[in-house]
T-cell receptor, first 114, second 110 residues
Framework: DVKVTQSSRYLVKRTGEKVFLECVQD?????MFWYRQDPGLGLRLIYFSYDVKMKEKGDIPEGYSVSREKKERFSLILESASTNQTSMYLC?????????????FGSGTQLSVL | RKEVEQDPGPFNVPEGATVAFNCTYSNSASQSFFWYRQDCRKEPKLLMSVYSSGNEDGRFTAQLNRASQYISLLIRDSKLSDSATYLCVSSTDSWGKLQFGAGTQVVVTP
């Protein structure tokens, strides 16, 4: 089974702090994604990557950046956390070999920015 | 306006009954459609793809109406374990970039 591991289940940070959310997948998937999920809004795509060193903006990239130095790892960075970035962050991966639309999600990181 | 709209519910369904719900999509360029399932406090998981001709997977039937731009999911003989939030998903490409609806909550009661 594919395993997508996010480094923290719960995280509390202060406004202005730099925040790193880490995601690792163990199935050699080419595609990796970062979503945030908010009540009533559903999942919104922040950034995605189809290959190492490659990144593309999703629908709501403002205030975020990403890094993909290795195929298995995709990091989400909040350069200066703000209260409106309090959310559930979900990392996902997929592969064209299994169908790119079959996303495997991590269990999520609930981030609270105070 | 969100690209994928869903009735949030909840749909309260007696065990053994049938429940059906729709979602609408606004982007006519959408090519592919899916239903994901998300249990409470868990991550979403792919339930099924939605094909133009309609498709079944056990007790679940998905339909696509391109003319009216909506997708439906029908659950027959509901089980308690079907209680979850069902996420409607569309895609305009084949690279896995998906648009998620906010979900429809289904609660199956004994």
């Amino acid at each position: 089974d594919v395993k997508v591991t996010q480094s923290s289940r719960y995280l509390v940070k202060r406004t202005g702090e730099k925040v790193f959310l880490e995601c690792v997948q163990d199935m050699d998937h080419e595609n990796m994604f970062w979503y945030r999920q908010d009540p009533g809004l559903g999942l919104r795509l922040i950034y995605f990557s189809y290959d190492v060193k490659m990144k593309e903006k999703g629908d709501i990239p403002e205030g975020y950046s990403v890094s993909r130095e290795k195929k298995e790892r995709f990091s989400l960075i909040l350069e200066s956390a703000s209260t409106n970035q309090t959310s559930m962050y979900l990392c996902a991966s997929s592969s064209p070999r299994q169908g790119s639309e079959k996303l495997f999600f991590g269990s999520g990181t609930q981030l609270s920015v105070l | 306006r969100k690209e994928v709209e869903q009735d949030p519910g909840p749909f309260n369904v007696p065990e053994g009954a049938t429940v059906a719900f729709n979602c609408t999509y606004s982007n006519s360029a959408s090519q592919s459609f899916f239903w994901y399932r998300q249990d409470c406090r868990k991550e979403p998981k792919l339930l099924m793809s939605v094909y133009s001709s309609g498709n079944e997977d056990g007790r679940f039937t998905a339909q696509l109406n391109r003319a009216s731009q909506y997708i439906s999911l029908l659950i027959r003989d509901s089980k308690l374990s079907d209680s979850a939030t069902y996420l409607c998903v569309s895609s305009t490409d084949s690279w896995g970039k998906l648009q998620f609806g906010a979900g429809t909550q289904v609660v199956v009661t004994p």
